[in-house]
């Protein structure tokens, strides 16, 4: 194309260069949640939580949002998950483990990539955890977001990406966690009329403990809150679950069977395998109340509390 005038050429140049930067913003996953604020409560996210070497992640899988990840860059694993709470359907998928590549590389694709087969690029390892971290390490990979949660293939398949796994012992992942997992899906599936807004996040030690080295920190505990602004309140069960509430319910879980019971007691009528794992359903506000005094600010998981 020949410009006749300089001017409009320069107008013609700018306009582009505004149109792919704008293109740039919408693709990039990581630094931000304004293109997957929807997986919050009126779209805002909790308040509190993060620091300077944390990454925003909108979770893209299938060039589609699925949740939202609010990752540790320096303990390599997520501080939290938000998602959208969808009815069971289908059985876990059988997928290959993932990672999020612009966490390596800053103008990188914006869609989770599954992990190679072979060598892994090195920014890579140095990014995020990986694979071979959890290998023979006694911890099985948790979900914050679990797949038991949707009901959509892609929302299902999209969970398992490191950048929402944790270390958990097997005795959490596959027991009290796991029930309490299931119970609030039983909940809101049955009372919860619209959208049922989740956020799981880990508590960490006070001093942080490691797998492999100082590779990847592991929580203390793990805990999660949902908000639902519109509930059924018609032939509710009188049950732990919902005597707290039915708009909000928080819980914390135990991820080490020899820490103290001040925050969540252990039940020694438990079998072996599951004592000391156990979890502690509470209200919204005791859940900030015991994260403020581990992070040492205040905190808010759902905007105005989850009010409507």
Not at 45 to 64: E, H, V
Not at 161 to 175: C, F, H, W
Not at 209 to 232: G, M, N
Request: hydrophobic content about 35%; aromatic content about 12%.
């Amino acid at each position: 194309m020949q410009c006749l005038n300089s001017a409009p050429c320069s107008l013609l140049a700018l306009s582009v260069v505004a149109a792919l930067a704008s293109l740039w913003i919408c693709r990039a996953e990581v630094g931000g949640f304004t293109a997957c604020s929807q997986f919050f409560y009126n779209k805002l996210p909790p308040t509190g939580l993060g620091s300077d070497g944390t990454a925003q992640i909108c979770q893209r899988y299938w060039n589609r949002y699925h949740f939202a990840s609010l990752y540790d860059r320096r303990r390599r694993t997520p501080l939290y998950s938000a998602y959208i709470f969808s009815p069971e359907g289908g059985a876990r998928p059988k997928m290959n483990w993932m990672y999020e590549p612009q966490l390596a590389y800053s103008k990188a694709g914006p869609d989770m990539m599954p992990f190679p087969r072979g060598p892994i690029d090195q920014n890579v390892v140095e990014s995020q955890a990986v694979i071979l971290d959890y290998t023979n390490s006694s911890y099985t990979r948790g979900h914050l977001n679990p797949s038991l949660h949707h009901s959509d293939v892609g929302d299902k398949n999209a969970t398992f990406t490191l950048t929402n796994i944790v270390p958990q012992k097997e005795g959490s992942n596959d027991g009290p966690w796991a029930d309490f997992e299931g119970q609030t899906s039983n909940l809101l599936t049955k009372h919860c009329e619209k959208e049922a807004y989740i956020v799981t996040g880990v508590i960490p030690y006070e001093t942080d403990r490691w797998i492999k080295h100082d590779r990847v920190a592991i929580p203390e505990y793990l805990w999660s809150a949902y908000c639902c602004p519109s509930y059924k309140v018609e032939n509710v069960p009188i049950t732990n679950l919902t005597l707290l509430g039915l708009s909000t319910l928080a819980a914390i879980g135990r991820n080490d069977p020899n820490s103290t019971e001040e925050i969540v007691p252990i039940d020694k009528k438990k079998g072996k395998r599951w004592r000391g794992y156990d979890v502690r359903q509470m209200s919204l506000k005791t859940l900030e109340m015991y994260l403020k005094q581990r992070y040492g600010s205040a905190i808010s998981i759902f905007d105005n509390g989850c009010s409507p």
